[in-house]
């Protein structure tokens, strides 16, 4: 089986930040892009950043600048550094990994369980 665990959430106020991690664990052979999502209430998940195992990133347009997306492939985790935080970043992040389980098979989308962050004063 396939694990992510993520941590770092929590209530901060507007301009402050935190760091998320994600650490992937169980059978897994490589691991392709990983990435944070979110979603808040009410709305659909949206893509928040993603890092390819080489290092290039991707960052949704409302976060750039103040977020940043980073890995380490030896330990199968990623990182969120958020900073300048605002009250509309508040919401549920999600982990996911796009890995493959053993040589031979195709990769697959993992999601961790959540971590709610909360940006108010």
């Known amino acids: 089986q396939v694990q992510l665990v993520e941590s770092g959430g929590g209530l901060v106020q507007p301009g402050g930040s935190l760091r998320l991690s994600c650490a992937a664990s169980?059978?897994?052979?490589?691991?392709?892009?990983m990435g944070w999502y979110r979603q808040a209430p009410g709305k659909e998940r949206e893509l928040v950043a993603t890092?390819?195992?080489?290092?290039?990133?991707n960052y949704v347009d409302s976060v750039k600048g103040r977020f940043t997306i980073a890995r380490v492939n030896a330990k199968n985790t990623v990182y969120l550094q958020m900073n300048s935080l605002k009250p509309e970043d508040t919401a549920v992040y999600y982990c996911?990994?796009?890995?493959?389980?053993?040589?031979?098979?195709?990769?697959?989308?993992?999601w961790g369980q959540g971590t709610q962050v909360t940006v108010a004063s």
């Open positions: 996911n990994a796009d890995l493959i389980r053993s040589y031979g098979l195709g990769p697959v989308d993992y």
């Open positions: 890092i390819t195992r080489g290092g290039s990133t």
């Open positions: 169980g059978s897994i052979f490589s691991i392709n892009t």
